[in-house]
């Protein structure tokens, strides 16, 4: 299981090393500066500013010097927040973009699991229908649609819930954002549990089972679930990135205090650090959560170790 665990560390880091190089390159080479304006700046002023970000040096040192400080944890400067560093917007805005993406991936994980063993069950009737009909809601409509309808229906019309902003600890202002992020999550695994489970209630040990007279429940709880949960804890790492990703573009809809308005902004302002620290910071968040789920697919299936 150790040398398992390293081999994973392994092929990692490269693809870490990629993902930064690519990232750098591609916010260079994109058009416009962050110091770019309507009124530009007199020649000595910018010469002063880009000296001080280490804009007027070569591009191989420029990202040299960056990978240095990535290496030792400092994504650099922000350079439209003139009075914080990247890792401290990001430290400031994570604690809440976590919160809001963990709520959403425990409530979608536990629906998802509930709802797919549901319709297995019940093959071919009407909660596997009502479950069939909200995947296709909830893998159709992008999270940003779904924000600003239930913005205007429940929040604006209805008034039942607040449309947006954040005074403070409030579980009625995480409702709708967490709905908006857990919908699509929840959708895919319940049709992941759910294709998986129908699989499985048709292999021979189940029959085998069956024909003993043990009753259904104890069934699925003992041979059942747990072969049935691997293509769910596949989806597990890719999923919670997705919603972390995701939770982005609804903190920045519903004027949540996340990592989302600092990145949104930093790209409106073409704020190289921000943007690229951001990115970068995903990356490897990505990374450390699918080596956590191939740690538990393992865990879950001892094949997977040897190959």
Not at 118 to 140: C, H, T
Not at 208 to 213: C, D, I, Q
Not at 282 to 295: F, K
Request: hydrophobic share 55%.
């Amino acid at each position: 299981m150790i040398n398992y665990v390293l081999r994973r560390i392994l092929a990692a880091l490269p693809i870490a090393f990629i993902a930064i190089t690519l990232c750098f390159i591609v916010m260079r080479a994109a058009p416009g500066g962050p110091f770019d304006r309507e009124r530009p700046l007199p020649p000595a002023v910018m010469q002063n500013v880009l000296a001080h970000y280490n804009l007027d040096k070569p591009l191989w040192e420029q990202y040299w010097i960056y990978v240095s400080g990535v290496l030792q944890g400092d994504f650099g400067p922000s350079m439209t927040s003139y009075d914080f560093s990247v890792s401290q917007l990001l430290a400031i805005g994570l604690p809440f973009t976590l919160m809001l993406g963990m709520i959403a991936f425990v409530l979608a994980t536990a629906v998802g699991i509930i709802a797919g063993i549901i319709a297995a069950v019940k093959q071919n009737q009407w909660p596997d229908y009502i479950l069939v009909f909200a995947v296709m809601i909830g893998v159709i409509i992008p999270n940003f649609l779904m924000a600003a309808l239930l913005q205007l229906g429940i929040g604006v019309h209805l008034g039942w819930l607040p449309a947006g902003g954040w005074p403070g600890f409030s579980i009625p202002h995480l409702i709708m954002p967490v709905l908006v992020l857990s919908w699509p999550h929840a959708a895919r695994i319940s049709r992941l549990m759910r294709g998986s489970m129908i699989e499985v209630l048709g292999t021979n040990y189940i029959r085998t089972a069956k024909s003993k007279g043990i009753g259904e429940r104890l069934i699925l709880a003992r041979h059942a679930v747990k072969p049935a949960l691997i293509p769910v804890v596949s989806y597990l790492g890719p999923g919670l990135s997705y919603l972390l990703t995701g939770s982005l573009v609804v903190e920045q809809v519903f004027g949540l205090p996340g990592i989302g308005r600092y990145f949104i902004n930093a790209a409106l302002n073409r704020d190289y650090g921000l943007v690229l620290g951001t990115t970068i910071f995903y990356v490897i968040l990505i990374l450390i959560l699918n080596l956590l789920v191939d740690i538990v697919y393992a865990w879950i299936d001892p094949k997977v170790r040897y190959r």
